[in-house]
């Protein structure tokens, strides 16, 4: 499976916007590019997914570099529930699992 | 709505005794999955089901059962458990398998796990 490498963590000011990095060198062509993030003593929760073009919805947008090895999770306005760790994974042609690597732990300071 | 649901949310086991992690769906999902996290190690996937009566196994399937007969109940089963499955586990479920697709998955509240 295509491996993604994200930072430990990351800072943000409140209601500044934050720019989470994604490397994934290996992806195939097929593979979607996932975006979780799993606030603190909760279950993971979906963010925004994309393939090649860039994707919004209403918690964050997704741009996807145009040789798919890297992508970035863009949240607009940190805001104090943002604050959590998120996580970059690559869904693959024939596999049956997501891999959850560590994660970016993002702190959003007041 | 209730989703993925998990219980029980907290246990203390003794090493060596036996019980049973209960995973909910009411989505009418095939695909579940188990993972465990444990601090600095992300989420590692335990067992996996495709749809009702398919199971297999994923990154760290030893010392764990699973069976699925029915499409929304997927539980894991500790046999015999040991200090090192101490862990807080979460059950997670979607449409369809993850593979090249843009299925995205729904976790559950999780269960903290303490073996002493």
């Known amino acids: 499976d295509a491996k993604t490498t994200q930072p430990n963590s990351m800072e943000s000011n409140e209601e500044e916007p934050v720019h989470l990095p994604c490397n994934h060198s290996?992806?195939?062509?097929?593979?979607?590019i996932h975006w979780y993030r799993q606030l603190p003593s909760q279950g993971p929760e979906y963010v925004i997914h994309g393939l090649t073009s860039n994707v919004n919805n209403r918690m964050a947008s997704l741009a996807i570099a145009e040789d798919r090895k890297s992508s970035t999770l863009i949240l607009h306005r940190a805001t104090l529930r943002d604050a959590a760790v998120y996580y970059c994974t690559l869904s693959g042609a024939g596999s049956y699992q997501l891999t959850f690597g560590k994660g970016t732990k993002l702190s959003v300071i007041p | 709505n209730a989703g993925v649901t998990q219980t029980p949310k907290f246990q203390v086991l003794k090493t060596g005794q036996s019980m049973t992690l209960q995973c909910a769906q009411d989505m009418n999902h095939e695909y579940m999955s188990w993972y465990r996290q444990d601090p600095g190690m992300g989420l590692r996937l335990i067992h996996y089901s495709v749809g009702a009566g398919i199971t297999d196994q994923g990154e760290v399937p030893n010392g764990y059962n699973v069976s699925r007969s029915t499409t929304e109940d997927f539980p894991l089963r500790l046999l015999s458990a040991a200090p090192s499955q101490t862990s807080v586990y979460f059950c997670?479920?979607?449409?369809?398998?993850?593979?090249?697709?843009?299925?995205?998955?729904?976790f559950g509240s999780g269960t903290q796990l303490s073996v002493l």
């Open positions: 290996t992806i195939s062509g097929t593979d979607y």
């Open positions: 997670a479920s979607s449409t369809r398998a993850p593979g090249a697709t843009n299925e995205k998955l729904f």
